[in-house]
């Protein structure tokens, strides 16, 4: 995989945690050029979109799904090459292993990151657990 997410962990609900996403180690994967989306998957559930970022010098435009409206949000820190997940008021339904990916492109819409089909390179995960 060319890139790696991390900051996973046990939470309890209301908690927060805020995810990482950069480049493996040894990769020569820029994320900066790329719309970075943000997918989870929760045990017995198919792997859903949560969140994007478009390019670093694109239009800023993000998707969100609605489970995650007002509670997360994503960014860019450019000089790190690194996109982040901060992820607040954390429930047991969020609950899941949380993936990033790419479809290559440089934009990002409901369109193409509310479903995983389509993205070309994915991180191997990290687990978040939600629970007292």
């Known amino acids: 995989e060319r890139l790696v997410e991390s900051g996973g962990g046990l939470v309890q609900p209301g908690g927060s945690l805020r995810l990482s996403c950069a480049a493996s180690?040894?990769?020569?994967?820029?994320?900066?050029?790329?719309?970075i989306g943000w997918f989870r998957q929760a045990p017995g559930k198919e792997r859903e979109g949560v969140f994007c970022?478009?390019?670093?010098?694109?239009?800023?435009?993000?998707y969100y799904a609605d489970s995650v409206k007002g509670r997360f949000t994503i960014s860019r820190d450019n000089a790190k090459d690194t996109v982040y997940l901060q992820m607040n008021g954390l429930k047991p339904e969020d609950t899941a292993v949380y993936y990033c990916?790419?479809?290559?492109?440089?934009?990002?819409?409901?369109?193409?990151?509310?479903?995983?089909?389509?993205?070309?390179?994915w991180g191997k995960g990290t687990l978040v657990t939600v629970s007292s």
């Open positions: 970022i478009s390019k670093a010098d694109g239009d800023g435009a993000t």
């Open positions: 180690a040894g990769s020569d994967f820029t994320l900066e050029w790329y719309a």
């Open positions: 990916a790419t479809d290559l492109l440089d934009y990002c819409s409901a369109d193409n990151y509310g479903e995983p089909d389509g993205m070309d390179v």
